[in-house]
C-alpha cells in the first residue's frame, strides 16, 4: 500500500510564494510517477501536475508556470513549488501516484488571501 504524507502548506497573501513537499512509503519510488492534485471548497479534486520516474513534467493549463514540480529519489520526497499565488488557488493539496491511484494522504491546506 503506497501511503503519502503532504506537508507545508499555510496562510498566504496573493503574489507570495510556497513549497509543498510530499513523502512516499509503500513503492519503489524511483521507478514511479508522482503527481499533486488539489480540491477547493465545494468543488471537485483536480489535477495539479506530475512528473515522471525520468523527471519529464507536465502541468495542468490553467496554472499558466507559475508552479513547478520535482523529486529526490534518494527522500523519496516529491515537491511542489508554487509561485505567484492566487486566492484560486485557496484548497487542499494532495499527491498520489497517477498511473494507479492509492489511498489519498490528508492533504495540505494551502490558503491565499487577497
Known amino acids: 500500500q503506497v501511503q503519502f504524507v503532504e506537508s507545508g502548506g499555510g496562510l498566504v497573501q496573493a503574489g507570495e510564494s510556497l513549497r509543498l513537499s510530499c513523502v512516499v512509503s509503500?513503492?519503489?519510488?524511483?521507478?514511479?510517477?508522482f503527481g499533486w492534485y488539489r480540491q477547493a471548497p465545494g468543488k471537485q479534486r483536480e489535477y495539479v501536475a506530475e512528473?515522471?520516474?525520468?523527471?519529464?513534467?507536465n502541468y495542468a493549463d490553467y496554472l499558466q508556470g507559475r508552479f513547478t514540480i520535482s523529486r529526490d529519489n534518494a527522500k523519496s520526497t516529491v515537491y511542489l513549488q508554487m509561485n505567484s499565488l492566487k486566492p484560486e488557488d485557496t484548497a487542499v493539496y494532495y499527491c498520489?501516484?497517477?498511473?494507479?491511484?492509492?489511498?489519498w494522504g490528508q492533504g495540505t491546506q494551502v490558503t491565499v488571501s487577497s
Open positions: 498520489n501516484r497517477p498511473s494507479r491511484l492509492s489511498t
Open positions: 512528473i515522471s520516474n525520468s523527471d519529464n513534467t
Open positions: 509503500g513503492s519503489t519510488f524511483r521507478f514511479n510517477a
